[in-house]
């Protein structure tokens, strides 16, 4: 019998094919998005394999075409450093990189399968943060990035897989644990193009993302509980929703939604824009001073916080493109849908267990954005990854009891301290008694120098008991607290009173709000744009026309962007009045580097003026 049916559920002896086939989910991606969960031992046998050493060479292990999962997974030695890594595009030369890019434009025009950004990114942040965000991109200058023409080869690539199998497959895994029966859903993309796609953080070969949905046993039915999606910037409580939360989780006929990011990847509860934030890697004194710098700010100033080194960037989940899921939803066309090709994997498939190498191009990224990611079961240094030996504790469920044992847990949890109370009932007048016995001996030793070291000995045992008693004291009373919670949970529980479904979350994911336009519209998107140019264009003219007046034109070009940023934003006062707040900090130093003797002198003659007065007040009663 299904206690809850509002909820579907599955016999627990069904195997484990048949319960990842009644709650796999349905995923729903962007208009726009180029890359789809394809066969992972397919695109293995259109790569090559390569070992960079540690002094930089690459060692090319098997051609393109000739790698095989045999070859993948054999066993190899290596020096410590040494980094194993497919790659799926192959170097291109100039006349290359033209073809493909063109390849690239002709093939989205014949899809017409175009991607609109809306508001951009840049415009949805101040100046400041576009600032970073120029400082971000010239950073790929000095870092390994994947080229635009490699994001361009493999689009055209994976299409051309496409015409010869157009499966969408996961790789399914169902792990016991801890009461739950966890089921892993892993996607597997050829390419990740948020940077080169949809204006994100980066680009690399190969992406694996995974989805899981948590189960408990009651009556010999399985049941879902909670859902976990992986995504940006969350872990543990944050990543999980429950499956009554209607207002995050939707599901369509017992299988979870999920929203996907473009070209992340990403996965959502809810359809929309999220906004991702980058911070720019900082030396520590900097993040100091900026820490100490935001606690005035707000603490002090009582200003909005802010962080000029946080980049805004915009991940697109409107799953408003491809559906790929089970059935097929009223009002989609059949052509904007695809179903399933489920394959079951565990530790002892070849290419998960024995494969700790990155599944794409290790593009030398001191920060990791652009190399490719290692497989489901390890991190990019190849070791194992949490997701897979511990999905509980992954979305902070190891803490977290299946529904049928919570009762259990509590009553037994009520016991042991119910019955802890009463030890400590005997306890408590016991040790008392004996601390006042001490307090009596220590009293009787007094003005006898010849028991000097005993009453040493005896004040240090006193202490010690009275501490002792004071901690039993404390207990007693936390526990009579902790009792008459654990109470209001029982009759909660045997009521089968819900609690708040998002009651364990932190840091709840919410869709940035798509419908509030700028005040300028176009001008401010085209601004946000061209800005930071024009102020780079701004001081090399400053730097060779008028290089004796430097400082003073900076502070010039500084506030006049700042004033026409703050007008084309609609915020044009509040920017005047941090100006003058941060004027009249400046105006305050100056004054005191100027006047410091006086200032001090001042404060002196105050401070004991103060003192005098509250002396003799004290004097003359």
Not at 359 to 372: H, K, M, V, Y
């Amino acid at each position: 019998m299904n206690p809850q049916p509002d909820r579907p559920s599955m016999p627990a002896s069904a195997p484990d094919f048949d319960l990842l086939r009644r709650f796999e989910p349905a995923l729903y991606f962007t208009r726009g998005e180029q890359f789809f969960p394809m066969d992972a031992e397919r695109y293995v046998r259109e790569c090559s394999l390569w070992e960079r050493q540690p002094d930089g060479r690459e060692e090319l292990l098997a051609r393109q075409g000739e790698l095989t999962i045999e070859k993948l997974t054999a066993c190899r030695p290596a020096p410590f450093g040494a980094v194993r890594f497919l790659r799926f595009i192959e170097p291109l030369d100039l006349a290359e990189s033209a073809s493909v890019l063109a390849g690239q434009a002709r093939l989205r025009l014949r899809l017409r399968n175009t991607f609109h950004p809306g508001l951009g990114r840049l415009a949805r942040g101040g100046f400041l943060p576009r600032l970073a965000d120029g400082l971000f991109s010239l950073s790929f200058l000095l870092r390994g990035r994947v080229s635009a023409a490699t994001a361009a080869a493999a689009e055209l690539d994976y299409n051309d897989l496409l015409r010869g199998d157009r499966r969408y497959v996961y790789y399914g895994r169902v792990v016991r644990s801890g009461g739950w029966t966890v089921l892993q859903y892993w996607y597997f993309y050829c390419f990740n193009s948020w940077r080169s796609g949809f204006h994100g953080v980066n680009d690399h070969e190969s992406d694996w993302e995974q989805v899981s949905v948590y189960l408990y046993e009651r009556d010999g039915q399985l049941i879902p509980e909670w859902t976990a999606y992986a995504s940006h910037d969350f872990k543990g409580d944050d990543l999980r929703r429950r499956w009554d939360d209607d207002g995050e989780l939707l599901k369509e006929d017992g299988h979870p939604v999920v929203h996907i990011g473009a070209g992340s990847h990403a996965s959502y509860f809810r359809k929309g824009e999220y906004q991702a934030e980058v911070t720019l890697p900082l030396p520590g004194w900097i993040s100091g001073l900026t820490r100490v710098w935001n606690k005035f700010w707000t603490g002090t100033l009582g200003q909005p916080a802010a962080n000029p080194f946080r980049i805004p960037f915009v991940d697109y989940a409107r799953g408003d493109g491809l559906r790929v899921g089970p059935g097929e939803p009223p009002g989609r066309k059949a052509a904007s849908c695809g179903t399933w090709s489920p394959i079951l994997v565990d530790e002892s498939t070849p290419w998960v267990g024995q494969y700790r190498g990155l599944w794409g191009l290790f593009a030398r990224d001191p920060i990791s954005g652009e190399n490719a990611p290692a497989g489901p079961m390890y991190n990019r240094d190849g070791s194992p990854r949490s997701a897979w030996y511990d999905p509980l504790g992954f979305a902070g469920l190891d803490k977290v009891p299946p529904p049928p044992r919570a009762q259990a847990l509590l009553e037994r949890n009520r016991r042991k301290i119910s019955a802890r109370q009463k030890e400590l009932e005997i306890f408590i007048p016991e040790k008392a008694s004996d601390l006042q016995s001490l307090g009596v001996r220590l009293k009787g030793m007094e003005g006898n120098p010849h028991l000097a070291k005993q009453y040493a000995a005896l004040e240090k045992s006193l202490a010690a008991l009275g501490a002792e008693v004071r901690g039993l004291r404390r207990e007693r009373s936390e526990n009579a607290a902790l009792l008459e919670g654990l109470d209001r949970r029982l009759e909660r529980a045997k009521a089968c009173e819900m609690e708040d479904p998002r009651l364990h979350i932190r840091h709840l994911a919410e869709p940035v709000k798509t419908g509030q336009a700028l005040r300028f519209g176009n001008a401010a998107e085209t601004w946000a744009a061209i800005s930071l140019s024009l102020m780079l264009f701004a001081i090399a003219g400053l730097i060779f026309f008028a290089p004796n007046f430097i400082w003073a034109g900076l502070g010039i070009i500084f506030v006049l962007f700042l004033v026409a940023e703050s007008i084309l934003r609609g915020a044009f006062v509040q920017t005047v009045a941090r100006i003058t707040l941060v004027l009249a900090m400046a105006a305050i130093v100056i004054l005191f580097f100027h006047f410091w003797k006086w200032i001090i002198v001042g404060a002196l003659l105050a401070m004991g003026i103060s003192l005098m007065v509250q002396r003799l007040r004290e004097l003359t009663g």
